[in-house]
């Protein structure tokens, strides 16, 4: 049975994210779970997330799951914008709620809002770490080249 989706397509925070994602080499997008996924051969990153442990009451409809430098993960977790999502934070996995600065949780319904408040150079550096954390040697290098 196929997922409903679970996002706006206009939503300025996606669109933001899509546009980082899809520059790194040989990245393609692909609706998993009801959900925009980057990857290259490995998912690098994905849209939306539980929390874990609060599936239900804790969705974040407009946040970035990625994977952090090992020795990076305990200081993003000190930020309350950092979460660790279900399903996957066991695997060291963490997500960022983008919507946090317009004053809410990110887990009320969809909005295409302004995305101003986001720091957009560090979700960059988050894509980029994530992206290095899960590619090949091959990739990484041609990252590296440009």
Same mark, same amino acid.
């Given at each position: ?10 939503? %300025? =925070? ?6 980082? %994602? =899809? ?29 874990? !442990? ?9 946040? =970035? /799951? ?25 695997? !060291? ?5 983008? %919507?946090?600065?317009? !004053? ?27 992206? /290095?954390?899960?590619?090949? *040697? *091959? =990739? ?7």
């Amino acid at each position: 049975m196929a997922h409903p989706t679970m996002f706006a397509d206009d939503d %300025a =925070l996606l669109a933001r994210v899509r546009q980082i %994602a =899809l520059t790194f080499p040989e990245a393609k997008e692909r609706v998993s779970h009801g959900s925009p996924n980057w990857f290259h051969r490995k998912t690098f990153a994905s849209w939306r997330a539980h929390i874990k !442990g609060e599936h239900d009451s804790t969705r974040l409809n407009r946040a =970035l /799951c990625f994977l952090p430098d090992e020795q990076e993960r305990a200081a993003l977790l000190e930020d309350d914008r950092f979460h660790v999502p279900a399903y996957i934070g066991h695997a !060291g996995w963490l997500v960022l709620d983008l %919507a946090h600065h317009l !004053g809410e949780p990110g887990r009320t319904q969809l909005r295409a809002d302004d995305p101003d408040g986001v720091d957009w150079d560090e979700v960059g550096e988050l894509i980029d770490m994530s992206y /290095c954390n899960t590619a090949p *040697k *091959k =990739l990484v290098a041609l990252l590296d080249a440009r």
